[in-house]
């Protein structure tokens, strides 16, 4: 991740827009991004501050380039890279060794003006050859161990010209959400993906039903208390997980400081969706966890069967910060509607987690279907009434499922 | 029921038991009703929080809301604090000086808020006594790692306690635990449920917003603050008002002035000042660039009456021109810094001072290492590994090295006992960072005197920000000297 230092954005009506390279706008960095690859590329050996300079040279090339993009993309670089640390021990040994020997002849002087003065020239020659080295390499070699003096040792090559764009426009977002206070998200699809990241972030949610799906609010614990960006980091660490779902729009809030207001601090937004053309470093989830659930929505289609239609993870069924994504929902066209979770394997662990969950939805009808197994007595499970299971072989037949559903819903 | 918000539940009876919990940096009470709280706690405190059908507030709070339910005999299901007694295996506390016997008191009436003393004055021996008598979980933060690891040396020394370190790649949680604030920053919501005692050695590091937070993130019913200057209008600037330092330390509970103990405690010291003028090459490139950020600066104060130096710094996110005189500007600073006569002065000083040991301090690493290159001296960075920093800084003080170079990591209470000479080439010009650097070489040692040198570039900002540092009153006295031109220098 950039650091602040790093950031570059514009205000605009309240709105937060953090610098972005488009192929349109700014075609030349195309070409620019090209170089710089190269110039890692064919800096293997180089030293981090002279692949920098290097950098710099090349992001000239446009006068309007702002310093901290040049930072920015020596960081991102940087992170495509992996440098030789050299030895620090032994540098900080040949440090140890240089300084003891000096020390009897301090100070080292220009011009010595006494018998008991000693030159800086002839001092230092003498201490090299005491090393076995000349002066000019143990002067390279006494700060080896420094970040700037680190070797390019690796660059990997993922790290296509265009990617390394992309990756610009998705840190410049991420850092700008460091400010914020607090992350909304209308989403109509992906709902457990997007929470499963939040949770993975730390940040904690409230969901409300939609017309077109769920909104996610994500803040952390302490923001009851008062407006706080101390989960700012947690919410940048969100982002490159929400860019890999789709269907979504984002709204993150959040204070600034601004020193020539009155006010101390001013409310900006951050507004993102999956259309914005970030393009995720993470890959997007695969669509079904199992192949019994992507087999069973192939054979069952788009048509409506004994009056059902089924949709792709139709529901969020939570209560507290405790969320239940089905796999499906059944939806009748007379409203009734019946979530169903597909378990693909299991181990007596695994669904004993499973029917935990269920049990925090006691009043809410759910049908589970679960792989046949002599090993556990499903009967013997004390199940809400309103929990019905259906065990199968391989594959998930559609009659007994709709012969179910016709059960539960009867009054 | 897949409706959004847990629903507040009401309690039949609000006698029912307190179930306390700790949850990242705040503590949870049960579904209690609205009047209930407000009856029991007054407004204010507890926050209800339907993302999970419980009351909140900052961990700080927790000694408060102990004595609240304990005062009106609730039975409580306390599951927040995860503390212990300490047993120390020895404890070798030299006797305390009258004033550090007075500041333990003075922390001892609330067990919490602020000790103000000079550097040099013996900050953490008062500590350390607490820490003793107190026997409780203990977290130390410091500013930085050297300090960590300082206080670590300290507290092994003084209570034959080897305590854990959490900061520079290290994560060791032990009762008696020392960080840094950075560090403390990340993982104080995860362990503020851990420590009884929170020490912060320089206590102003706490200003600012993050820091602050993360201090409310803890329930440590017992705070103290260590620090040599406090000035709360200049803390309370930096955090924009925002921090309510009762809540997450105390008030001054004790301050000790520096002309209390000056001479007396600590060495008579002096402060030197000496001006170099740049060289025509330095002279001729520091002008041009002069000129162009003061252009720059005039032009926009005609646009914009209001325009500061802090807008400049903004407008170089989205101007190229901004850009361009802010590079200017670190340019100059760079010249001023790096000039190349500074070095000839300090060849001057090491003359002037046969077998004296010295520290010099720097405005940047690469004047550090350029010292350090150019005399072969020890350069202290913060990238020197803990093993490295402790050869520099007991050969320092043993005399296996006549001087050392630092740049900021020595700034604050870093022991070097015996040191009467200190050499400032260039460096901010706030106050505090003056007093710290001060207090380095503060320290008595026989009727010796102490003298501090400031070597400063002639008509260039560094001359303003001299000024600035010695309208400190550890300052006064400075006098001006130039030193004699060295034979063959031009």
């Given at each position: 991740m950039l650091t602040r230092e790093l950031a570059i954005a514009r205000f605009e009506n309240g709105l937060v827009l953090p610098d972005r390279l488009t192929r349109?706008?700014?075609?030349?960095y195309v070409e620019y991004a090209q170089q710089l690859c190269e110039v890692y590329r064919n800096g293997i050996g180089w030293t981090r501050k002279s692949l920098h300079q290097a950098v710099q040279r090349v992001l000239e090339q446009d006068p309007e380039c702002p310093v901290r993009r040049i930072g920015a993309f020596c960081k991102l670089l940087d992170e495509w890279s992996q440098f030789d640390r050299g030895n620090p021990r032994k540098t900080a040994e040949l440090r140890r060794a240089v300084f003891r020997r000096a020390a009897s002849f301090h100070p080292l002087v220009e011009v010595a003006e006494s018998i008991l003065e000693h030159a800086e020239k002839a001092t230092k020659g003498t201490i090299a050859s005491e090393l076995g080295t000349e002066w000019l390499q143990l002067k390279e070699d006494l700060f080896a161990d420094l970040i700037e003096n680190h070797r390019l040792?690796?660059?990997?090559?993922?790290?296509?010209p265009l990617e390394l764009l992309a990756r610009y426009n998705v840190a410049q977002t991420q850092v700008a959400l460091?400010?914020?206070v607090r992350m909304v998200i209308d989403a109509t699809a992906e709902w457990k993906t997007i929470l499963r990241y939040a949770k993975l972030a730390g940040l904690m949610h409230r969901i409300l039903k939609t017309e077109t799906g769920y909104r996610f609010d994500l803040q952390g614990p302490a923001s009851v208390l008062r407006r706080t960006h101390r989960y700012g980091v947690a919410m940048a660490r969100f982002l490159p997980g929400l860019l890999s779902c789709r269907g979504w729009t984002m709204t993150a809030f959040m204070k600034r400081k601004a020193a020539r207001f009155a006010r101390p601090e001013f409310d900006l937004r951050l507004e993102l969706s999956d259309r914005s053309g970030l393009v995720s470093p993470v890959q997007p989830p695969e669509d079904f966890d199992s192949n019994v659930e992507s087999q069973f929505a192939s054979d069952w289609g788009d048509e409506s069967r004994g009056g059902w239609r089924l949709v792709r993870e139709g529901t969020v069924l939570h209560v507290g910060q405790r969320a239940f994504f089905p796999d499906f929902l059944l939806e009748r066209s007379d409203g009734e509607s019946i979530p169903l979770e597909i378990l693909g394997f299991w181990t007596p662990e695994y669904l004993r987690s499973k029917v935990e969950t269920l049990r925090l939805f006691p009043q809410h009808p759910i049908l589970l279907a679960i792989p046949k197994s002599t090993r556990v007595d499903l009967e013997g499970i004390a199940w809400s009434p309103n929990h019905r299971w259906i065990e199968y072989t391989n594959k998930l037949e559609i009659g007994p499922v709709l012969a179910l559903l016709e059960e539960m819903t009867k009054r | 029921m897949a409706n959004g918000d847990v629903d507040r539940m009401a309690k039949s009876s609000d006698r029912g038991l307190a179930n306390l919990d700790y949850d990242s940096g705040t503590l949870l009470l049960d579904a209690w009703t609205e009047t209930a709280i407000q009856r029991i706690f007054g407004q204010g405190i507890w926050v209800w929080d339907s993302r999970v059908g419980r009351w909140r507030t900052d961990a700080c709070n927790y000694r408060l809301v102990r004595d609240v339910l304990a005062t009106r005999n609730y039975g409580t299901i306390d599951r927040v604090p995860q503390w212990q007694t300490v047993n120390w295996s020895k404890i070798e506390i030299p006797p305390l000086r009258p004033e550090q016997q007075k500041a333990v008191d003075a922390w001892q009436q609330t067990r919490r808020g602020i000790v103000v003393m000079p550097t040099g004055t013996g900050k953490t021996e008062v500590a350390i006594q607490l820490m003793a008598s107190g026997r409780c979980s203990t977290l130390v933060i410091a500013p930085v790692r050297d300090l960590m690891y300082q206080w670590h040396r300290r507290i092994l020394r003084a209570l034959g306690y080897d305590a854990g370190i959490l900061g520079d790649n290290r994560f060791s949680v032990k009762p008696i635990t020392v960080t840094t604030y950075a560090s403390a920053c990340i993982h104080l919501a995860e362990l503020g449920n851990r420590f009884q005692l929170l020490v912060f050695d320089e206590c102003h590091h706490l200003a600012g917003p993050l820091r602050s937070d993360a201090a409310r993130c803890s329930i440590a019913s017992d705070r103290l603050g260590l620090t040599a200057t406090w000035n709360p209008d200049v803390v309370n600037t930096k955090t924009a008002g925002a921090v309510r330092w009762d809540d997450i330390l105390g008030q001054v509970v004790y301050e000790l002035e520096i002309h209390d103990v000056r001479g007396r405690t600590l060495a008579e010291y002096e402060v030197v000042r000496i001006p170099v003028a740049l060289s025509d090459l330095e002279r001729n490139r520091y002008d041009q660039l002069s000129e162009h950020v003061s252009d720059y600066v005039l032009q926009r104060r005609t646009d914009d009456p209001g325009f500061r130096w802090q807008d400049l710094c903004a407008e170089t996110q989205s101007s190229q021109v901004a850009s361009r005189i802010l590079r200017a500007f670190r340019e100059k600073q760079a010249i001023e810094e790096r000039a190349e006569e500074k070095l000839r002065v300090l060849e001057d000083l090491f003359r002037l001072h046969p077998g004296e040991r010295m520290i010099i301090f720097t405005g940047s690493n690469a004047m550090a290492r350029e010292v350090s290159l150019r005399f072969l001296i020890p350069c202290l960075l913060s990238h020197c590994g803990k093993r490295e920093r402790l050869d520099y800084l007991e050969g320092l003080r043993d005399g296996v090295y006549p001087a050392i170079v630092a740049n900021q990591v020595l700034d604050e209470g870093v022991d070097l006992p015996e040191l009467k000479i200190a050499v400032i080439l260039g460096g901010k010009g706030s106050t505090r960072q003056a007093k710290q650097r001060l207090g380095r070489i503060l320290r008595r040692q026989g009727e010796a005197k102490a003298i501090l040198y400031e070597v400063v570039t002639s008509n260039t900002r560094e001359v303003e920000r001299s000024r600035k540092r010695r309208k400190n009153d550890a300052y006064e006295g400075t006098r001006h000297r130039k030193v004699r031109k060295r034979p063959g220098a031009s």
């Open positions: 349109i706008k700014d075609q030349a040792k690796t660059f990997d090559e993922h790290g296509s460091l400010d914020s | -």
